[in-house]
Each structure stands twice: as C-alpha cells, then as structure tokens.
C-alpha cells in the first residue's frame, strides 16, 4: 500500500451516497449534455427529473430515460451499467464508434466519475486497483475516453478508502486513468476544486471545519475565500 | 446475391483453430447467442477472443473458455466487476493462472481498432491512454499542442454479429442499444457472420434504414428472438 497515516474522522456522519449525487446534481447546468458513470455517478440520474439535461448512455443512446419498471424491460435496451432503461420523446440509438466520437470530440459538456484516488494536479486512478493484483491489466471501459474527452470531469466519491486511507492525495499510487483532467472533486465531506494553483475547499459538510477537511485529505488544500457549509 | 445460410452450424463450419472472432454485443443487448453456442460444440481451439465482456454478463464466450478453446482476449471491460466474484470466475482464474492472456483497450479505441481496420486505415492516433500504462512502449506524437498515442488497427478472421432485421443480401437493422459493436464488427471482418431475428427477401428493408450494408456481410442466419436471463454485471 502506499504507507499512507490512517486519519481520524470526524463524528459528523457524511453524506450518503444519495446526497453526493444530489450535490452535483444541483451543479449541472440546464442544456448540458452529461454523462453518468458507474457507482455514486449514475445516481445523479435520480435528480434530474424535469430538468433540461441529457444524458448519453455510451452504449449508444442519448436522451437515455429512467430505469425500466419491473416487467417493462427490454433486453436490447440498456446503460453503461447494464440496467434495463426506458426511452423518452428525443431519444436518439447510435452505434459505439459515434458515442466515442462524441465523447472524444468534446460534445460531452460534463462527465460524472467515480474514482479510487485523485491527485493536487487532477490526475484520475480509478480503473485498477493494484490490490486486485491483475497487473497491467483490468477494466478500463469508457473511463479513460470520458476523463480526455469530457469538458468537464466531476469526480464523485467517498471521502476515503474502505480501510479508512484518504483517496484524495499529492500523486496517485494506484495506475491513472488520465492525467490532470479532474474539475470537481465532491465527496461525503466536501466540494473541491482542482485549479492550476492546486486544490481549493469549497464547502464542507455542516459540522465539519476547513481544518478538519484538510486533516483527512493527503493533499495541500487552499481554503476558498467564499468558502461555505455545504447546502443540499 | 443471396447470402443467407440454413443453419449456424453451417455458417460457422470454416472456423478454423487459432483463429481471432470478434463477438459483438454488450450485456444482454446485440450479442450473437446461437452462433456462439455452435462454436462452443465444434471443438476449434486456440482462438483469440475480441470481444466487451468475457464471462460475467456473456455466459455463451464464458462457455469457450471453460472448454479451454481460448489462448487470448482482447477486452475492454473483461473482468467481474467485484474482486471477490473474480476470485471464483473461470476466466479470471485462467487469466491469473498465465492459460489465457489478455489485452485491454479503452471503449473508444476498441472500437476505433475494429472501425479502422474496415475502413482501410492501418493506424490512427489518439489522446485517450496518453500518460497510462495502456500508452506504455507505443509512439506518441503532438498535434495542436495535445500528446497522442498511435494505436493500430484490429482486423479479425471473422465477425460474429447479431442484428434485429435482415435481408438476403446481408443488409442489417438493429434495434434500441443492441446496434453497440455491430457495424464496427462487421467493417472489422474478414469473414463477417450475422445472425438476424427476421430474414427477409432482398426489397423487404426499407434503403433509408439501413444501418450495416450488405457489402460488410458475407453471411446472414435466422435464429429468431433471443432468449435471455437476467442480465448481471
């Protein structure tokens, strides 16, 4: 493992998974085309309703609609993450070399991840995790074209490891999924900006100080001078 | 030209040991079920394996590597999601335990292999990879300020494809999601191999909708609607 200081959480409970998807929910913009990935990423879905948001499912769809009702799946319809889903009025099929050219070519106004680790400079490991112990080789699927192509990337995940590590660090331990690509960190605990001059607290969760923020991140954090309690 | 076949027993009959398939499909959406199964009662060996998943999610190629007809995949998404389920599934285990070996490619430039192979272009060059290990040893060039890395194309002995409609001519409508890896498959093939739902006569497509041309298709099979369990990641 990388020798990282287990840390000390504080006894404010954090965000649910719900709540995470929620908060970056409210930072999408009306018109924007958006991406979903798998794990907390695709719970975003759940607060779009009524929104003028698209979502491109990568397996070719966009204007990709809620999770099918029980009994109401088609099995030639689907999402990244294998759910049965339903199309909506808009809805547009295309085959994986156009969803890609889409998404490489910069039409995807944001991209919603999931990560293991993210560095100071924005760089992405979330494909493989050494302690898997397959080597070089893993799930890659379309993470690595999503981090490059998005124009902006929100990474979406817990504040730490299972094991209680910080995920957010100098330099990734674990092998990239893209360099300095990451916009947005938002975890259980706090909003982060990546920026050229390194990361900046945004908010943090009520009951949670700047200090403590940055006594369970394993990175230099500047405090935002608009800094803020977190509002849902 | 009428390209349709009787059985898919006989439409794979020349599939020859060591030979690279591309199987196309994604979860339970587009994947050429019957072809697959006759492939695994045939006993060819030594294929390479070009395909989305392998095993979790496609129980028909899971099906050849337990055989032991495989020696290589090449993947995007090849593994069970969860380790502690990868611990227990054949292709892990033989991947782990050095039988099969396996390359992996992000979805843009797996795809973009396939495509380029169909379209006559040997190589092409992207920003996706640069500065990871799927980058290691290949060239990297700079255009309009962005690194790049140069990726070749992938053609393959055959294409085995599933489409929703198609007509004697090898002309081929998918439907919703299931279209994914088609058409870049079929473009990819040396010897492409569809199995269709409904055959119809040469003037039952409407041109405006067509979404593979004939020309890519060398073969077509009916093998009607597909049954499927439950998908699972």
């Keep these: 493992m990388s020798g990282l200081k287990k840390v000390i959480i504080p006894e404010m409970p954090p965000l649910e998974r719900e709540m995470i998807a929620l908060r970056i929910a409210n930072m999408l913009e009306e018109g924007s085309y958006v991406n979903l990935g798998i794990g907390i990423p695709t719970l975003v879905s759940n607060w779009i309703e009524g929104r003028d948001i698209i979502l491109q499912a990568e397996i070719g769809m966009l204007k990709s609609g809620p999770l099918a009702e029980e009994g109401q799946e088609e099995q030639d319809r689907i999402n990244a993450s294998c759910q049965f889903i339903c199309a909506m009025p808009g809805s547009s099929y295309f085959d994986i070399e156009t969803s890609f050219a889409m998404i490489r070519g910069g039409r995807m106004n944001v991209a919603v991840l999931g990560a293991l680790q993210v560095s100071a400079k924005g760089d992405l490991a979330g494909w493989n995790n050494p302690s898997r112990g397959l080597g070089k080789v893993g799930n890659i699927g379309g993470s690595m074209d999503l981090a490059v192509g998005a124009r902006k990337v929100i990474v979406a995940m817990e504040h730490f490891t299972p094991g209680g590590e910080p995920k957010i660090m100098s330099e990734c331990s674990y092998p990239l999924t893209a360099k300095a690509c990451v916009d947005v960190i938002v975890t259980n605990y706090a909003v982060i900006d990546v920026t050229p001059d390194g990361l900046v607290l945004k908010e943090a969760i009520p009951g949670v100080t700047a200090e403590d923020i940055q006594k369970m991140t394993a990175a230099p954090l500047k405090v935002a001078a608009d800094f803020k309690e977190m509002e849902l | ?233």
């Design chain 2, 1 to 233: 030209m009428d390209k349709a076949y009787a059985s898919v027993e006989e439409a794979i009959k020349d599939v020859f040991d060591g030979a690279v398939i591309a199987f196309a499909g994604f979860f339970s959406a587009g994947r050429p079920l019957e072809l697959t199964r006759a492939l695994a009662k045939t006993g060819v060996k030594g294929l390479t394996i070009v395909a989305q998943q392998v095993g979790t999610g496609n129980e028909e190629i899971l099906e050849l590597v337990v055989n032991g007809q495989v020696k290589k995949v090449i993947s995007n998404y090849p593994f069970p999601r969860s380790a502690t389920k990868g611990l227990e599934h054949p292709f892990e285990q033989a991947v782990r335990q050095g039988r099969i070996k396996v390359e992996v490619y992000p979805i843009g430039t797996f795809v973009e292999k396939l495509r380029c192979a169909g379209a006559g272009l040997p190589a092409f060059y992207t920003p996706t990879g640069v500065g990871t290990v799927v980058a290691e040893g290949k060239e990297i060039r700079v255009f309009n300020g962005i690194e790049n890395v140069l990726e070749t194309a992938l053609p393959v002995d055959f294409a085995f494809i599933h489409a929703w409609k198609g007509d004697r001519e090898g002309n081929l409508v998918y439907h919703c999601t299931a279209r994914n890896y088609n058409n870049a498959m079929a473009m990819a093939g040396k010897v492409t191999i569809a199995e269709v739902e409904t055959l119809v006569d040469a003037g039952g497509l409407d041109p405006d909708f067509i979404h593979t041309p004939g020309i890519f298709v060398k073969r077509v099979v009916e093998v009607g609607r597909p049954k499927l369990e439950k998908a699972s990641v």
